[in-house]
């Protein structure tokens, strides 16, 4: 399965993902293109345990990839991933690596190479699920991370930009009760401190952003899903936001109805506005 595609600094293409068999790990899977799409290369990368690579993003003359591995402790010490992060040349070879690992759950689902050449890794940490962002130099060392919790139920960063002076916008899902998750946008500035954050969706569906992307009005557009019935049936949905997250600047609510007696309430026989 491939779940992401970088454009390679050749003109080709890189395709990370995972392979699974029946009866061995899973591997992370590279897949390197020409621009024509005509395969150039594969690579596998094993550690000894399920594993899988979630976002790639290209680094130098080659690529830097993030994802989730099993963990090495069995249940019931511990249940869930660990986050794993690869930087690879460009013929696919293992430069370094780096993981995150506790004893609970955590997933590294987008990545990027940021403008001081650090790599950005954005996912989730925790059987309760907080936000993660961490960031290491072109060595691999680990420099600084976040932890944030949004809602107190579950949170989830799917994607991550570049966002203005230097910090991230991050795109993804906050539970905010047992029964509505909402799509969560976040902007972090260049020291990782949150700037603010908005939560939008129906208030009895899953609502979650996949991807994010800057607009030229300044805002963001979010892609991402919307589904009820605990998650089997869901929809498309497609946000536009201002530079803040909002999709709305004000609100007014309440019942339009013509007025009859005029005694500001809502009498049976007064209509309601078509």
């Known amino acids: 399965r491939v779940n992401d595609i970088v454009l390679a600094p050749d003109g080709g293409y890189l395709m990370a993902g995972y392979v699974q068999y029946e009866d061995v790990d899973d591997d992370i899977l590279l897949i390197k293109t020409d621009a024509e799409g005509e395969q150039e290369w594969v690579q596998f990368i094993d550690s000894g345990r399920d594993e899988q690579a979630e976002a790639a993003a290209v680094m130098g003359d080659g690529f830097v990839i993030t994802g989730r591995e099993d963990s090495p402790f069995p249940p019931p010490i511990t249940f869930g991933t660990d986050i794993v992060t690869y930087r690879v040349d460009a013929a696919g070879s293992v430069l370094w690596e780096a993981r995150v690992a506790t004893l609970e759950e955590e997933a590294g689902n987008d990545v990027l190479v940021d403008g001081q050449g650090r790599v950005v890794v954005a996912g989730f940490i925790g059987n309760n699920r907080n936000v993660g962002i961490w960031r290491y130099d072109d060595s691999g060392a680990l420099a600084d991370s976040v932890v944030v919790d949004f809602c107190g139920q579950g949170d989830a960063a799917n994607a991550i930009i570049p966002g203005p002076e230097g910090g991230y916008v991050i795109g993804g899902s906050t539970e905010v009760n047992g029964a509505n998750v909402d799509m969560l946008i976040a902007a972090f500035d260049a020291s990782l401190n949150l700037e603010w954050f908005n ?76």
């Open 199 to 274: 939560n939008n969706g129906d208030d009895f569906n899953t609502d979650e952003a996949l991807g994010i992307a800057p607009t030229s009005r300044g805002g963001y557009v979010m892609v991402g899903s919307s589904g009820s019935l605990l998650n089997f049936v869901n929809d498309v949905v497609l946000t536009l936001t201002d530079a803040n997250g909002l999709i709305h600047s004000n609100y007014i609510r309440g019942k339009v109805f013509h007025d009859i007696d005029l005694a500001c309430d809502m009498d049976p026989g007064e209509p309601a506005l078509k």
